[in-house]
Every structure is written in structure tokens, then in C-alpha cells.
């Protein structure tokens, strides 16, 4: 994740930038910040993952510093698995390049609602889209989460992994899968996804 957006006080944009989030919530120091931000101008890469990298923060706090910043909502992966039958609605080329994984399908309203890692990735979006045909709205989820769910339902692999995080905030009524066969149960589940819908696109600006 960069340091980006730019703040345009009154627009869209007029939001904290990354680093800052992460002094303000006491995650890192400022001199930490400066260190890591020289380093960036230096070698390049994106300001969060340098974090990662020199150990200065972990996956959970950088998820919740880019959700913030962005104004978008975190999901625990391992509170709220997504359907296997909804992530598979994504190629597993585009979920591995991209580091992304559908958890939510709203077909009347032709939305998918995917957990990434980096939702400022425009391409990763485009690409959602071409290959599904359906509007992707983002939500943060951590790379490591991420992968354990590609590797669980494209690959069949079994891994437990941690406890659920009870500081990742998310709600698992939130998340249902998408019976098209049943009228009565599409219509509560209709309901439901238009709440995390509205819920992945609330403050937005």
C-alpha cells in the first residue's frame, strides 16, 4: 500500500495518508515513519509492505491502518470463510496475481463483494470484472488470510491456520452464500448482502 492518496481538503481525498494512521494509532513511531519513508525514496516498494518487511508492524495492523484510510471495512477470513462456491466465481490466475478472493455475491444487483489485500490496485478490480461480470466492492482483508483461503478452495488444501482475530472487525451474518434455486431464501439472502454492500461502500466519501 502506498502512502497515497493525496489530501485535498473537502474532497474524496481529504483523508489521512497511511503512515500517519499508523503513528497516530501508536503502531510505529514517528521516527520509525521517517526511517521507513527514506528507505521508500531510496529502493521503492510501497510504504506498508517495507513495513512488513522490517518487522515495524504486523498483517492485522496494517489491514486495519488501509481500511481506515480508505474508509472501506476489514473481514476476518477465519471468523467468516467465504462460500467455495463464491470465491471459485474469480479465476485463480487473477485471485494469485492480485491477492484477492470473492467472499460475497449480490447477482440482482450484480455486485461482488472481494476481500484484497490492496484495494487501491485498479487493475486488480478491472480484471474482477472483465472475467466475472459483475461490479467488485472492496474490502481489507490480510495477504495472509488471503492466501490460506486460495490455497483451501482452489487447491484443496487443508490447513486449519489461527483462532479468529476478535480485533478485525466484521459481522458473519454479513456473509451467506447465494441459492438462486430458492426463491425464499434468495429473497433474506438478498437482504442481507445489500447490508454488506452498503456496508463495504459506507463513508466512501
Not at 26 to 48: K, V
Not at 61 to 72: D, E, G, K
Not at 152 to 170: A, F
Amino acid at each position: 500500500m502506498e502512502n497515497a492518496p493525496t489530501r485535498e481538503p473537502g474532497g474524496v481525498h481529504d483523508r489521512p495518508r497511511l503512515g500517519e494512521l499508523l503513528v497516530q494509532t501508536g503502531c510505529i513511531t514517528p521516527a520509525q515513519l521517517e526511517g521507513a519513508l527514506r528507505d521508500q525514496l531510496s529502493w521503492g516498494g510501497r510504504l506498508g509492505q517495507n513495513l512488513l518487511d522490517h518487522g515495524l508492524i504486523d498483517e492485522r495492523a496494517l489491514a486495519v491502518a488501509i481500511a481506515r484510510q480508505l474508509r472501506l471495512r476489514v473481514v476476518d477470513l477465519e471468523r467468516t470463510p467465504p462460500p467455495e462456491d463464491v470465491t471459485r466465481l474469480v479465476p485463480v490466475s487473477i485471485a494469485e496475481r492480485y491477492g484477492l478472493v470473492a467472499i460475497a455475491v449480490a447477482r440482482a444487483r450484480g455486485r461482488l463483494v472481494v476481500a484484497c489485500s490492496d484495494p487501491t490496485n485498479n487493475d486488480a478490480m478491472r480484471e474482477v470484472r472483465r472475467a466475472t461480470g459483475l461490479v467488485p466492492d472492496a474490502c481489507v482483508a490480510t495477504a495472509t488470510q488471503i492466501d490460506r483461503v486460495i490455497r483451501e478452495h482452489y487447491y484443496g488444501e487443508s490447513d486449519p491456520g489461527p483462532s479468529p482475530d476478535p480485533k478485525l472487525d466484521v459481522t458473519r451474518a454479513l456473509i451467506a452464500r447465494d441459492p438462486e434455486d430458492d426463491d425464499e431464501r434468495l429473497e433474506g439472502l438478498e437482504r442481507r448482502l445489500d447490508n454488506i454492500l452498503d456496508w463495504v461502500q459506507r463513508d466512501r466519501g
